[in-house]
């Protein structure tokens, strides 16, 4: 038995993890990627190194499992080289350092920096693998390529079944080879568990802590290390030329203050590109909303519509009840749909199907 398969089991004996046929599915999956890179390669002095395994594209809805059985894969990988990344994250390297080769008079850029990737690592994890942005679409077939070619195995979390990927995209057409390519380097597989866990974990507990104060933040402080499960790093969205950040972000949770989010000159856009971006997200420290901070209240409003419309788990501190946060000044009237929202984002049947 592979690392990752005992490693699982544990889990599951020790009533960590509830027993889920689906997940165990994939488990083999995972084991026989390990058990090929651990394997010492069988090299004569003529034959050439064997090609590596090809990679894992695990697909599903949300909260299944996914990101969960990917860290205990990286987790378990003994001394291979291994990166686990943010899709958008690493996009983002890619672009910055594409950049800087430019700069330095080199044409094509994408075959140094692909090359600098396989020098450091032997398998790339990725985390929630989305392309919605046509300068990520119309690179990351050459530079998979380059990846794979360099002997780098790949394996990624996704909602969306690769056919699904860059759907309706500018210039699909130039894109398609992507798909395929994964395909071929990598088995596609989907998880198909009936549980969404994440609800599962929220499911009963409170989301929304008021009065402000140590009790709300310890209370934030578990749920964020419940849902988060390990090492969080910023997420920045770049937002035409702007990046907005979200300061904490892990496992399609983000984490940010009122003040990050509100306090700043944001515009719907960047909320519509926040929402887009997580599943779950918690806000500490939303204060007592009136005409002294007029504009503050006023982007509230528009961050809390776009993450009603992506439908995403919202978790929160707060100075008073939904309905308390802003009685007095000006668009008190607007406020109430934004109470009322804040009221149903609560609800326990809230976000229950946003796999979409
Ligand atoms: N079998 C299980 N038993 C109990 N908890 C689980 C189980 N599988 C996953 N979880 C927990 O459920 C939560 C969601 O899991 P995870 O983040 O891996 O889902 P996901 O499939 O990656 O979702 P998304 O597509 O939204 O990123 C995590 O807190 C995870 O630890
Ligand atoms: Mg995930």
């Known amino acids: 038995m592979t690392d990752v398969a005992r490693a699982y089991d544990d889990l599951i004996a020790a009533g960590t993890l509830q027993a889920d046929a689906a997940q165990a599915h ?36 949300v909260g299944r499992g996914k990101s969960m059985l990917m860290d205990l894969f990286v987790d378990h990988l003994g001394g291979i080289p291994a990166r686990r990344v ?6 983002q390297e890619i672009h910055a350092a594409m950049h800087v080769a430019r700069q330095r008079g080199v044409d094509d850029a994408i075959a140094p920096v692909a090359a600098d990737v396989v020098k450091t690592v032997k398998v790339l994890a990725f985390d929630e693998m989305q392309i919605t942005d ?14 794979f070619d360099g002997g780098v195995v790949v394996v990624t979390t ?40 994440r609800q599962d974990r929220l499911a009963g507990s409170p989301v929304y802590f008021t009065p402000l104060g140590a009790e709300a933040r310890a209370q934030m402080n578990t749920l964020w290390r419940d849902l988060s499960q390990g090492a969080a790093e910023p997420l920045v969205l770049q937002i035409k030329a702007r990046a907005v950040e979200i300061p904490q972000f892990r496992n399609g949770v983000g984490r940010a203050s009122f003040f990050d989010l509100c306090a700043k000159p944001l515009g719907p856009g960047d909320y519509l590109a926040i929402a887009e971006a997580v599943k779950v997200l918690m806000i ?6 009136s005409r002294s901070n007029f504009n503050e209240a006023r982007r509230f ?16 501190s707060a100075a008073a009840r939904p309905e308390m946060l802003y009685i007095e000044g000006e668009g008190t009237f607007e ?16 976000a229950q199907d946003n796999s979409g």
């Open 26 to 61: 994939v488990i083999p999956e995972f084991a026989r990627i390990a058990a090929d890179l651990a394997e010492k390669p069988k090299r004569g002095f003529f034959s050439k190194a064997p090609p590596p395994p090809r990679g894992l594209y695990l697909w599903g809805g």
């Open 158 to 197: 996704s909602n969306r079944v690769p056919d699904d990927l860059y759907k309706d995209g500018l210039n699909r057409q130039l894109f398609l080879p992507f798909i395929d390519l994964i395909k071929d380097r990598m088995v596609v597989h989907e998880l198909a568990s009936p549980t969404d866990y």
């Open 134 to 147: 046509i300068t990520d679409a119309m690179i990351v077939g050459r530079l998979f390529q380059a990846l």
């Open 86 to 91: 943010h899709f958008h994250a690493f996009m």
């Open 335 to 350: 406020f109430e749909r934004t109470a009322s929202r804040l009221r149903e984002m609560q609800s326990a049947g809230w």
């Open 301 to 316: 409003v528009t961050l809390i519509d776009a993450l009603y419309e992506a439908r995403v788990r919202l978790i929160c």
């Open 284 to 289: 500490d420290d939303i204060p007592q909303l």
